[in-house]
Nanobody, 122 residues
Framework: VQLQASGGGLVQPGGSLRLSCAAS????????IGWFRQAPGKEREEVSC????????FYLDSVKGRFTITRDNAENKVYLQMNSLKPEDTAVYYC????????????????WGQGTQVTVSS
């Protein structure tokens, strides 16, 4: 089971990025996928997740209305569209999954991608 996050980069405040989480070794259709981030000196936090059972989603309050998580089962990928980016969104972003089809507590995510850096700065 492998996950690979990509799509990060340097963007100005107000800009957009789309992160991709590609799965290999398993079919992510059957599992919830979460996006997490960790900024220097801060704890990791869950930004968003998407169920496989019903497409239900979760968003961190600070990203609601700006970020959108989607899944493309045909491509075996999950995306995180990030709009209206703010400097406080700067972090390394990770995608992760576990053994369940619905969004789960952080400790149950046991497969993690390597992370992609997002920097929001002028």
């Amino acid at each position: 089971v492998q996950l690979q996050a990509s799509g990060g980069g340097l963007v100005q405040p107000g800009g957009s990025l789309r992160l991709s989480c590609a799965a290999s070794g398993f079919t992510l259709d059957y599992y919830a996928i979460g996006w997490f981030r960790q900024a220097p000196g801060k704890e990791r936090e869950e930004v968003s997740c998407i169920n496989s059972s019903n497409g239900g989603t979760f968003y961190l309050d600070s990203v609601k209305g700006r970020f959108t998580i989607t899944r493309d089962n045909a491509e075996n990928k999950v995306y995180l569209q990030m709009n209206s980016l703010k400097p406080e969104d700067t972090a390394v972003y990770y995608c992760a999954t576990g053994d369940y089809e619905d969004c789960m507590p952080t400790w149950q995510y046991n497969y993690w991608g390597q992370g992609t850096q997002v920097t929001v700065s002028s």
